[in-house]
């Protein structure tokens, strides 16, 4: 008899859909698992707030997805009581043998609490990111302080935490109670069959949320050196857009350095059409102040593109400089400038570096190897 698993986190809410790096990570891992002869069933508890387009959706015989409506109003100071009393009903419907939380606040929080045998997924260290994804005031400072408590709180209950970089293990290392284990997130099949890449035009792509976090308007700013040194050169900035006011200063930041004609900015997309920007790009860039492992960097790689990337949080366990990307400093818009130019400049350089990145990305985020490490993580829980 396989196990039963629960996992509580975002998931995508439309097959095909996918908003963020959790939800990529999550729906790459629950098909790998539910292949697995050891396990019997993955069910999902997606929380929402009215954006959901069903309340259940059976994906598979071994995979159902749970849409709830979440609480709204004071979730984080009740510590979600409303969604346990939910979580903690269906638990007793299920009885599974695992409860898997995605992410180290609220999800993961209602994971540990509603089962002995919790095991938790880090993604973000999210009570440090939260300075740099709002504004800087009292009420920032508040979030950070109660986003703290939970990840603590997660961190002391859970019995195993899985960390996805040696940057987390390390920044976390005094808050984990129980076993703590390494396992990278898995990378989508289709990102692999985009390899090996075809040569492309001088095309960069950022994707990402257009936040002041994942800094798109530095690259901006970079960008206009690198157009004045190669004229043809095109950049995709495509994600979500949580702040309506940093996305229109992006959008006059363009307009007043003349790139309207060669800079694109894309809401949200699905994945038929990331797998197209990727297979496009001659490379992809992240030029962000504070990262873990982020997932496009994988998807990259698994694609057999270079990364050009800050060398922040886990970013330097992923990228190798000079091997399979370029790494440089945060802030730093003529290095990055510089970095750029050197890949639109040269094919045969970002074929060789895309070959090594595939390579790396095969041995390190294949869905069926990370979804092996997931089980013995599993079966640590319940030992």
Not at 35 to 46: A, C, F, K, Y
Not at 77 to 102: C, M, N, W
Not at 211 to 238: E, H, Q
Request: hydrophobic share 45%.
């Amino acid at each position: 008899m396989g196990l039963k698993v629960l996992m509580i986190g975002t998931y995508p809410l439309e097959p095909g859909v996918v908003r963020g790096g959790v939800e990529s990570a999550t729906s790459t891992l629950v098909p790998a698992l539910a292949e697995r002869d050891d396990i019997d069933s993955v069910t999902v508890l997606r929380f929402h707030h009215g954006e959901a387009p069903a309340a259940y959706r059976r994906e598979t015989p071994k995979i159902d997805v749970h849409y709830v409506r979440g609480q709204y109003r004071w979730r984080m100071l009740t510590g979600a009581f409303l969604d346990r009393r939910k979580a903690r009903k269906l638990i007793a419907e299920l009885k599974p043998d695992v409860v898997h939380g995605q992410e180290i606040g609220l999800n993961s929080d209602i994971a540990a609490r509603c089962s002995p045998n919790c095991v938790v997924t880090v993604h973000g260290i999210t009570f440090v990111e939260t300075h740099l994804y709002h504004r800087p005031g009292l009420g920032t400072t508040l979030r950070a302080k109660l986003i703290r408590n939970v990840a603590r709180r997660v961190l002391h209950r859970a019995k195993v935490v899985i960390s996805i970089s040696k940057y987390d293990a390390e920044v976390l290392s005094g808050l984990t109670r129980r076993t703590r284990v390494s396992i990278a997130n898995a990378t989508a099949p289709e990102f692999f069959a985009l390899a090996p890449p075809e040569p492309t035009g001088p095309r960069l792509l950022f994707a990402g949320g257009l936040i002041p976090l994942k800094n798109p308007l530095g690259l901006v700013n970079a960008f206009a050196k690198v157009r004045a040194a190669v004229p043809d050169a095109r950049l995709s900035l495509i994600g979500p857009q949580p702040d309506a006011y940093y996305a229109n200063v992006i959008r006059e930041r363009v307009t007043a350095l003349d790139l309207t004609d060669c800079v694109d900015i894309v809401d949200l997309v699905d994945n038929e059409r990331m797998l197209r920007e990727i297979a496009a790009a001659r490379a992809v860039v992240l030029f962000s102040r504070q990262e873990n492992a982020p997932t496009i960097i994988a998807q990259a790689m698994a694609a057999g593109k270079p990364v050009v990337a800050s060398r922040v949080g886990g970013v330097a366990e992923m990228v190798d400089d000079g091997e399979t990307g370029f790494l440089v400093a945060s802030e730093d818009e003529d290095m990055l400038a510089e970095r750029l130019v050197r890949v639109l400049d040269d094919q045969h350089l970002c074929l060789r570096m895309g070959g090594r990145a595939h390579e790396v990305a095969r041995s390190r985020f294949a869905p069926s190897a990370i979804a092996e490490l997931t089980v013995r993580a599993y079966q640590t829980a319940l030992s």
